[in-house]
């Protein structure tokens, strides 16, 4: 299920859905009056994250999964374009959020943070090279918020999902989790205090075999894109 009927079934009293067409929203606020909330943003725009904050005030836990991936590497098939639209949405608009929200959740206590990262962000993927750069930094900025909230009673989980079954892995010819299962693991996780989840078996193998042996990895990765490369 949606990562937001899986708060409902949680018992969530709100929920603050948003994107950047609202119009998309109205069924869903339909369907849930007075506990679903649709609110527009553009999370690479500093105006409309003020607006969100102020409307969205009473907010006691922030999720962070808007996400933009390209397909960029940095010596061959660089496109500087992608690269920076990559960053502003998977570092900088996650970034401007926290630092939005994190002074109304710390009042509101019982709050928390979750950011969706990837598994491309604790080890590269070449064919995605500026892709998993910007999901690096958002790794690195998990921890360190993570670091600067513990003594005041934050928890920040980082979710690293493998391939999920949505529109931005419409081209990944892998066996995907669906988003139903992978909402279910985030909310477990969170539920158990779970700092670093992991949303699908794919995602868990990887992480195992990053652990047992990280350089082993990537030159499997790199000889993996090399072949893909050599087919396309």
Not at 53 to 78: K, P, V
Not at 114 to 128: E, K, R, T, W, Y
Not at 213 to 232: G, Q, Y
Request: proline share 5%; hydrophobic share 40%; charged share 20%.
């Amino acid at each position: 299920m949606p990562s937001w009927k899986k708060q409902l079934k949680g018992g969530a009293k709100k929920v603050y859905a948003t994107a950047r067409n609202i119009s998309e929203l109205h069924p869903l606020a339909s369907q849930y009056k007075g506990i679903v909330s649709p609110l527009s943003l553009d999370i690479t725009n500093n105006r409309s994250i003020e607006q969100v904050a102020h409307e969205a005030s009473d907010t006691q836990i922030l999720i962070n999964n808007s996400g933009f991936a390209g397909s960029s590497g940095f010596c061959f098939n660089y496109s500087e374009k992608t690269a920076r639209q990559e960053l502003e949405v998977n570092y900088f608009g996650t970034l401007n959020l926290i630092r939005a929200f994190c002074k109304k959740l710390i009042k509101n206590k019982n709050g928390a943070i979750v950011n969706v990262i990837s598994i491309g962000g604790l080890s590269p993927f070449p064919l995605a090279a500026t892709y998993c750069a910007s999901k690096a930094s958002a790794h690195s900025l998990t921890q360190s918020v993570r670091a600067e909230l513990t003594p005041h009673g934050i928890p920040v989980f980082g979710i690293y999902p493998g391939p999920i079954d949505t529109d931005m892995a419409d081209g990944i010819n892998f066996e995907k989790e669906s988003p139903a299962n992978a909402a279910i693991r985030i909310f477990n996780g969170i539920e158990q205090g779970i700092e670093d989840i992991m949303t699908d078996d794919f995602a868990h193998s990887y992480v195992e075999r990053l652990r047992a042996d990280p350089k082993a990895l990537e030159k499997d990765i790199a000889e993996f894109a090399h072949k893909v490369a050599e087919e396309l």
